[in-house]
């Protein structure tokens, strides 16, 4: 029994040292030679030329399994025109640059999100709102139950255990307040993020610019991934390798 226990443990702990060693950190490089480039703070940008937009791109990071794009979009024609995420595709392809219809994505819609992160807010308050007035409650029901039995002799275990109750409780209200502050910082953070980030569709008059970044689930087992621009006659792309790092 002893030597199966020993065994699992080192089994464990072998486990545990390939997890320690998986770390990888991902920087996409464009392969596009034919767009002009710019380097901007250590950010490589290319400048895609449409017959009445330029798309202007470069590559961030890769976080929480998202790739980070900035782009930028301005608008050369003579009429108004919407700029968006929804014109926008990635193409994640292999070695070969050969692509699946199912690695076909979608910038993540920060409109969604943000409905999402608003009714999670939502929840969470109606639930802290909720629990602080059942604890508001049984305080006022143990209030009246002490004054209905201020008369009445308690013996000092009684007393002992009523302040344990009392003091349980109310470390009990300062977990779930601090709980609730921390879960509300965390999703107006992520709030933030795609109200104040993100590409978000805007009307851009002649000679205007919006800039954003796009937010694409991550792939990281593919090798390149192309970005798509295409809206009525501009079909404007650029692919990136995918470069991975690993730690030792």
Request: charged share 25%; aromatic share 10%.
């Amino acid at each position: 029994m002893r030597k199966n226990a020993v065994f699992l443990m080192l089994l464990l702990l072998c486990l545990l040292s390939c997890m320690a060693g998986t770390g990888r950190v991902y920087k996409l490089q464009t392969l596009s030679d034919e767009h002009e480039r710019v380097w901007l703070h250590g950010k490589e940008y290319i400048k895609m030329t449409g017959n009445h937009v330029d798309v202007i791109i470069a590559f961030d990071r890769v976080e929480d399994n998202m790739a980070v794009i900035d782009v930028e979009i301005v608008n050369l024609g003579p009429e108004p025109m919407t700029a968006s995420c929804e014109l926008f595709h990635g193409y994640y392809m292999n070695a070969n640059q050969e692509y699946d219809k199912f690695f076909v994505q979608k910038p993540i819609d920060p409109e969604e999100m943000l409905l999402d992160t608003d009714l999670a807010i939502s929840k969470e308050d109606s639930r802290y709102i909720q629990e602080s007035g059942i604890n508001g409650l049984l305080t006022i029901v143990d209030l009246f139950s002490d004054l209905a039995t201020i008369a009445s002799p308690r013996t000092d275990e009684e007393i002992v255990q009523e302040e344990i109750e009392d003091e349980e409780r109310e470390i009990a209200n300062i977990e779930d307040e601090n709980y609730h502050y921390d879960v509300i910082t965390r999703l107006l953070g992520e709030r933030d993020i795609w109200e104040f980030t993100a590409l978000r569709k805007t009307t851009l008059p002649p000679n205007y610019s919006v800039a954003g970044r796009l937010y694409f689930p991550f792939k990281s087992w593919q090798k390149y991934l192309m970005v798509v621009y295409d809206e009525e006659n501009e079909n404007l792309s650029t692919i990136f390798t995918i470069n991975t790092y690993k730690t030792d």
